[in-house]
């Protein structure tokens, strides 16, 4: 026989507990398990006035932020919706059936002004990443490094020239985003630096067409990995540029090492971290191994004698060529010392003419000069290091390790839906990055530790 529905909407009394109704292996509950906000009060206190009227919980705030960096819920006005509707939110969010919901434009304005001002976003980070420590995630032998661009808030048609960028002023109606830029720029002060387009709403973001297709303005997320169990140690948003990238990732190991005392073995990460000087960095002042491939443009592809071909003599300061003769940066004294270094950091070793003119391998060697030159980089020990280690089986391992902080990126634009910012300036894209790392911890450790714990069956977009 087909049923009807018999329930009645308008009963006044209910016998409801919360509690019952959210499902046992909900992803939320392994997060909450593992979130602690104790100390948030403590250390938001002196940014909160002690009169006036009393404003949103702290506390919900920062669920209410997990929940939306979780489950890739984007926009607040539809967070504030979801946490209103949805039964496993407000549990999480320790909210009773008949609490409100703070307002979008409420929540909106205590985000960006408290909590920026505060360091909130970096001190929840934190502490789950010392959770994430204390319950053995985190190894700290090893740590990978990557870089991934995400597009800005910003559009091509509201921006001007890099040129009619540079004489910007400061001003105290500028909006925050455009203070911000003035700010970074006064601090770097390098005038050399022109970029092609600077957007008008969000001056920080880069111009790039990194990507392949057409350009676009945006960030660059740094992770900073332990390979254990792919926790992220640090995040930092930086332009997209290579030396950026590599900035970020010194700063993130400093931080790492001054915060959790916690200094890896060695470091994983891609050719972009293979220069010279971040060789030289990790290798002889921070002793760190790189497992990172090494930028090498000495290798001749047209037949003539590469570098290798050249071999290295530590204590005379010269090269041997494959006949025998010396390469020498001062083949005679002079009386004012020279500076040798140039300005790539590289010293010249030139072969003598009178060897070359009567050598028969001059052909395979320096077909259309008198002698030949070799750069040698300030920083070559370094780089032997890290070609030594990139022979290595070990190597070997810690390249497709490196994986696991692609695929941490990979989840992030897929499954937490970051592929764009919603908030502008680099501070604005600091707070969002900080919160999604936080996110994926989260996550990790409540999967890790807690198996039952599932993905909530619908997941919002
Ligand atoms: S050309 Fe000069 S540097 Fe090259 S192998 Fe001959 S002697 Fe050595």
Sequence with gaps: MMGFQTSNQER???????????????????????????????????????????SIDPELMIRMLVIGYSFGIRSERRLCEEVHLNLAYRWFCKLGLEDAVP??????KNRHGRFRESGAFRHLFESVLQRCMSEGLVRGEGFATDAS???????????????????WTHSEDAPRAVREYLDALEETNDPSFIPKFVSTTDPSATWTGATGGPAFFAYCTNYLIDLKAGIIVDVEASAVNKAAEVDATR????????KFDIKPERLVGDTNYGSAAMLNWLVDEKQIEPHVPVCDKSERKDGTFSRSDFQWDEQ????RC?????????????????KRITNEDTIIYRSSQLDCAACPKKDRCCPNTEFRKIARSIHENARDVARQINLTPEYQQSRSERKKVEMLFAHLKRILKLDKLRLRGHSGAQDEFLLAATAQNLRRMAKWLTPAAQEASVVPA
């Design 251 to 258: 700063a993130m190991i400093d931080r790492v090492e001054e």
């Design 103 to 108: 307002d979008h434009s409420t929540f909106s």
């Design 322 to 338: 494959p006949e025998g003769h010396a390469l020498r940066s001062n083949w005679r004294p002079f009386k004012k010392p020279r």
């Design 149 to 167: 661009i995400i597009k800005a808030d910003a559009q091509r048609m509201q921006s001007i020239p890099g040129e009619e960028a540079m004489n």
């Design 316 to 319: 005379a300061d010269e090269y």
């Design 12 to 54: 006044l009394f209910y016998s409801f507990n919360l509690e019952d109704h959210v499902p046992k292996n909900h992803l939320l509950r392994g997060i909450d398990q593992y979130l602690d906000l104790g100390d948030l009060r403590q250390h938001l206190s002196e940014f909160y006035s002690h009169t006036g009227r009393p």
